[in-house]
């Protein structure tokens, strides 16, 4: 969290701002490498409905809902996350 709080708010801004309004759907689909798209339950910003249709439109995805989470899942669950995240690549590891 600290971490994230070192960011300059005025570049995060204009970050979220620049992407606003963005639709990369035609993209999406395009995409054939394994993604993990999850949501936190709570996430207000970014709601599962959005999530769930990203995950639609990629050929290859999982969906992995985070239970009391919102936007920031990694940090407001760091373990359900870590768990989710070595799941999904243990089970995409060549042995």
Known sequence: MARFQEN???GYGSLALGIVGTDNT???????????VTVGENDIL???ELSRKVHGLLRNSEFEMI???A???PCQAPAKF???VSGFIDRRVQR
Do not use: D, G, K
């Not at 035609?26 to 993990?36: G, M, R």
């Open 46 to 48: 970014l709601p599962s």
């Open 71 to 73: 936007h920031f899942a």
């Open 82 to 84: 870590a768990w989710l």
């Open 26 to 36: 035609n993209i999406l689909s395009t995409l054939t490498i394994p993604v993990l």
């Open 8 to 10: 300059n708010p005025q």
């Open 67 to 69: 239970p009391n989470a």
